[in-house]
């Protein structure tokens, strides 16, 4: 545009007789031209080196933005790979724990013995599904949803372990050692009673808190995938130079 306007107003003040003044000179016009328009044609020699210059910096600048974009969507891929593998088992695990709760739990209520018997025995698998959960926990791969989810989850199996295990907290309260046998066993007493209203109740608690969980992973999952697309497009649509 700067170029333009002094070529128009150099030829104009060419047709103007404007160069008649500086006619015998060795350049005629051109000298004049170039002595009138030296500081525009100065500056639009600026811009355009100017122009010139920043175009390797912005073939870079687009460059470095596709190889973050290339490293981010690798990042974000291997995320939702690693949450599908390893989600999927746990679920697994914690939904045949829970159906086993609470099939077992009604299937067993009509016979005390048997019910305590089966409920002191799958307190185990509870115990060890509150520990797995708490290992995976620390690593620290869950999304933000399932993070939160979890915490619930894990706590969740805490009370449900411990409502087990007051269940069964007569079993051995006579023992001598552990303080005098009647205030020992009046407070195993009590605490089965209680255990005995809360179980059902904290059993299916942990049915919601799994249902939660799942529930939790498709959020952080479907985020995922709209980072790693959004990604996906970026790449998809950048003038990549082909390989010979």
Same mark, same amino acid.
């Given at each position: 545009?700067? *170029?333009?306007?002094? %070529?128009?107003l150099?030829?104009?003040? /060419? ?14 016009? %051109? ?5 009138r @328009? ?9 811009? $355009?080196?100017?122009? *010139?210059?920043?175009? #390797? +910096? $912005?073939?870079?600048l687009? $460059? ?11 990042v ?14 746990? *679920?697994?695990?914690?939904?045949? $724990? ?19 018997? =089966?409920? =002191?025995?799958?307190?185990?698998? +509870? ?6 959960? +708490?290992?995976?926990?620390?690593? &620290? ?14 706590? /969740?199996?805490?009370?449900?372990? /411990?409502?087990?295990?007051?269940? &069964? ?8 050692? %552990?303080?005098? #046998? ?19 109740g ?11 969980? !799942?529930n939790?992973?498709? +959020?952080? *999952?479907?985020? %995922? !995938?709209?980072?790693?697309?959004? @990604? ?9 130079? /082909?390989?010979?």
């Amino acid at each position: 545009m700067i *170029l333009s306007a002094i %070529l128009g107003l150099s030829y104009g003040a /060419t047709f103007n007789g404007s160069c008649e003044a500086i006619r015998d000179a060795p350049f005629g016009c %051109l000298e004049w031209w170039l002595s009138r @328009y030296q500081t525009a044609i100065a500056i639009a020699g600026a811009i $355009l080196a100017a122009w *010139l210059g920043a175009q #390797p +910096v $912005l073939r870079q600048l687009k $460059l470095s933005s596709l190889q973050t974009a290339a490293t981010l969507q690798q990042v974000y891929t291997t995320r939702e790979r690693l949450l599908e593998s390893g989600f999927k088992p746990e *679920l697994d695990d914690l939904e045949q $724990l829970s159906n086993e709760l609470t099939g077992g739990y009604f299937q067993r209520d009509g016979n005390r013995r048997v019910l305590s018997e =089966w409920i =002191w025995d799958i307190s185990q698998d +509870v115990d060890r599904a509150e520990r797995r959960a +708490v290992r995976r926990q620390l690593k &620290n791969r869950d999304g933000d949803s399932m993070a939160i989810a979890r915490k619930g989850l894990i706590g /969740t199996l805490g009370r449900l372990s /411990t409502c087990m295990r007051n269940y &069964n907290a007569t079993v051995g309260a006579d023992d001598p050692e %552990l303080g005098p #046998p009647g205030e020992v066993m009046l407070a195993a007493e009590e605490a089965k009673s209680k255990a005995e209203k809360e179980l059902p109740g904290r059993i299916e608690e942990l049915s919601a808190a799994v249902e939660n969980f !799942r529930n939790a992973f498709m +959020v952080d *999952l479907q985020e %995922l !995938r709209t980072k790693r697309q959004l @990604y996906d497009q970026i790449l998809a649509a950048a003038d990549l130079p /082909t390989e010979a």
